[in-house]
């Protein structure tokens, strides 16, 4: 199976769908794009559908393909890739990574892993030439899979985005200073998270605390300040 070149197709125009238009080829695969107003025979050859639409849309757009799109999904396995959804209709694989606007390197891509839904077929009968690393997720708990994603990811992209804020425009300093901060926050992380915590938090020193909350006054990282010292307060 892992010898066998599938013909995917790319439902929609998102990042997504441009990194999967990249990737796949580059693994032996081949890839036929439709979007809306397009004409639905650019599918016939494909063997996979990937739906590669929001997350609220997917089952919509599965039940309405054929009605409204002249879409006919017979004979062809649908994939989301929705970290979130559990769906009847489609298999759920979901690229644990975060997609920017640009293309990555070509090894970049085989690096993250992927999370397939328990009762589902094997990453390797979806993707096969794949390498990734891939691992099972139970239906019932992909909400909190993915509520995960986003505190690691999306959360975790905002605080750096706000610090990179305050030394650039509060500051005056080149937000590239605190590369090496965020890289060796993440290290130590990865190492053990229940040691890595660092500064006034972990040494208990309240003035350092009272002292940012003062200047964070009127931002709106101080709400932020406050929430993450609760949560603190409240896991440790």
Not at 13 to 29: D, E, M, S, V
Not at 63 to 70: N, V
Not at 170 to 193: F, H, K, W, Y
């Amino acid at each position: 199976m892992k010898d066998k070149r599938l013909s995917y197709g790319l439902i929609g125009r998102g990042r997504l769908a441009r990194h999967f238009g990249f990737y796949l080829p580059l693994k032996g695969h081949r890839c036929l794009s439709w979007s809306r107003g397009q004409e639905a025979s650019r599918l016939d050859a494909a063997d996979v559908i990937l739906v590669l639409t929001p997350d609220d849309e997917i089952e919509n757009f599965l039940r309405d393909a054929k009605r409204l799109h002249g879409l006919d999904f017979a004979g062809k396995r649908l994939v989301h890739c929705s970290g979130r959804l559990a769906s009847e209709l489609a298999v759920g694989c979901h690229p644990l990574q975060s997609f920017g606007p640009d293309l990555y390197a070509p090894e970049a891509y085989e690096r993250f892993p992927f999370a397939v839904d328990a009762d589902g077929p094997d990453f390797a009968e979806l993707f096969p030439k794949l390498p990734n690393p891939s691992f099972r997720v139970a239906k019932e708990s992909k909400a909190l899979y993915h509520a995960a994603t986003c505190f690691a990811a999306n959360f975790s992209g905002l605080l750096w985005k706000g610090a990179a804020e305050i030394f650039e425009k509060g500051l005056g300093v080149d937000r590239r200073v605190i590369a090496p901060l965020l890289s060796q926050t993440l290290e130590n992380t990865l190492r053990d998270p229940s040691r890595a915590l660092t500064g006034p938090l972990a040494r208990g020193d309240s003035g350092t605390i009272e002292a940012h909350l003062a200047a964070l006054e009127g931002r709106p990282e101080a709400d932020l300040y406050r929430a993450f010292l609760k949560y603190f307060q409240e896991t440790r």
